[in-house]
């Protein structure tokens, strides 16, 4: 990669580090270039050099996160961590992203924005379900989860936990601290029985 390229890259990456701050500060409808060419240090001219309009902008900047989101799951499950302590540090990363993006303004994106949401289920359907579905068995195989259980139903109990995570209100978010986080594992794995 030449210079010109680096610097190209390097304006990319700046412009949607900014978008993605101030799409967690307001949402997609609290933004609007001028906005996000300040927060870049570039000019407006410079964004639609790079991006068509603000909606490709946005939408290009959570693919990208989602997609680095991603790759850090797949290697913490693809880990030789035990199954408890990949867990832990999966629980602990997702309270981390809530700092760095609002789940409700992403749900909100994703219902909204036909090409995103066509996206999001196609990496979901393609890329994230079967890596937790090859989690879930490897995990099976060596007994770190009931191998009675099917995976379906493992897969219901992970999503649901994932919707409630996903729909707390940001005041919530801000009390999400590493104890809870330590409870709702104990409860994942232990239930709410005193044993």
């Keep these: ?23 967690n500060q307001y949402g997609p409808s609290g933004m609007n270039i001028a906005k996000i060419a300040k927060a870049a240090k570039v000019s407006q001219v410079t964004i639609y ?25 797949e290697q913490l ?8 302590t990949k867990l832990k540090n999966i629980m602990f990363e997702k309270a981390k992203s809530f700092t760095t993006i609002n789940p409700q303004f992403l749900q909100e994106l994703i219902l909204q924005d036909e090409p995103l949401q066509r996206w999001f289920h196609s990496f979901y359907s393609e890329q994230s379900l079967p890596l937790l579905i090859k989690f879930i068995k490897t995990s099976q195989q060596k007994g770190e989860i ?9 897969l219901f109990y992970i999503q649901a936990l994932k919707t409630q995570l996903d729909q707390l209100a940001p005041h919530e978010i801000a009390t999400f601290d590493k104890n809870k986080s330590l409870e709702i594992l104990h409860i994942f794995f232990k239930g709410i029985s005193p044993n």
């Design 1 to 23: 990669m030449n210079g010109f390229e680096r610097r190209k890259k390097q304006k990319q990456q700046d412009i949607q580090s900014a978008t993605l701050k101030l799409f």
């Design 49 to 73: 050099n790079h991006f068509e309009n603000k909606e490709q902008l946005i939408r290009e900047t959570i693919k990208a996160y989602l997609m680095e989101q991603f790759e850090l799951y």
């Design 77 to 84: 499950l693809l880990s030789n961590s035990t199954f408890e």
């Design 146 to 154: 009931n191998p009675e259980l099917s995976v379906d139903t493992i």
